[in-house]
């Protein structure tokens, strides 16, 4: 992992080769290699936000139509004085062999932000539904860039199953 992108390609061989009690520990690695970053949370200053938790289920629709839901909670909290604001920047699912950009922006096609008010942790919750590109039992990570204090930051969720909800 702390090689980062140049190490990739050999993982992905080792990957492919390996006995099926190893697969798992070489597709994580190959799942935070992709997400950019092996950061959940990050602080700075007095600020400190987090992905809390991330869960894909398959379901289907009234139609019958199979999708994928995608949740993900996010938790944030400041001890200054002032207001923070996160802004999701860039929001990308990635299994071993593939990668979904997902929607990050409002109803009104308003970029996806949420207030942190000071003294008053916070939750919430982001959520995208996606055509079923892959199926129950596929591992992946979701990334993301946001924005707070004028800088971008990179944090990933924890690797999560698509599930089948029946």
Same mark, same amino acid.
């Not at 190959?30 to 007095?46: H, K, M, N, P, Y």
């Not at 139609?63 to 990308?92: C, D, M, N, P, Y």
């Given at each position: 992992?702390?090689? =980062?992108? /140049?190490?990739?390609?050999?993982?992905?061989?080792?990957?492919?080769?390996?006995?099926?009690?190893?697969?798992?520990?070489?597709?994580?690695? +190959?799942?935070?290699?992709?997400? %950019?970053?092996? +950061?959940?949370?990050?602080?700075?200053?007095?600020? @400190?936000?987090?992905?809390?938790?991330?869960?894909?289920?398959?379901?289907?629709?009234? #139609?019958?139509?199979? *999708? +994928?839901?995608?949740?993900?909670?996010?938790?944030? /909290? @400041?001890? =200054?004085?002032?207001?923070?604001?996160? @802004?999701?920047?860039?929001? @990308?699912?990635?299994?071993?062999?593939?990668?979904?950009?997902? +929607?990050?922006? =409002?109803?009104?096609? #308003?970029?996806?932000?949420?207030?942190?008010?000071?003294?008053?942790?916070?939750?919430? #919750?982001?959520?995208?539904?996606?055509?079923?590109?892959?199926?129950? %039992?596929?591992?992946?990570?979701?990334?993301?860039?946001?924005?707070?204090?004028?800088?971008? *930051?990179?944090?990933?969720?924890?690797?999560?199953?698509?599930?089948?909800?029946?």
């Amino acid at each position: 992992m702390k090689k =980062g992108t /140049s190490a990739r390609s050999a993982v992905a061989k080792a990957w492919d080769k390996a006995a099926a009690e190893k697969k798992a520990r070489y597709e994580d690695v +190959l799942l935070r290699i992709d997400a %950019g970053g092996d +950061l959940t949370s990050v602080t700075v200053g007095q600020f @400190t936000f987090q992905v809390q938790e991330c869960a894909w289920t398959q379901e289907l629709d009234k #139609e019958g139509k199979a *999708h +994928l839901r995608l949740k993900v909670v996010f938790q944030g /909290s @400041t001890i =200054g004085e002032s207001a923070v604001t996160v @802004t999701l920047a860039k929001a @990308t699912f990635y299994t071993a062999k593939d990668k979904l950009g997902l +929607l990050i922006v =409002g109803s009104k096609g #308003e970029a996806f932000a949420r207030t942190f008010d000071p003294m008053v942790p916070r939750m919430f #919750e982001y959520g995208s539904i996606v055509p079923p590109r892959w199926p129950p %039992g596929t591992r992946g990570v979701a990334a993301f860039d946001v924005e707070f204090g004028g800088k971008k *930051h990179t944090l990933r969720s924890p690797i999560a199953s698509i599930e089948k909800k029946d």
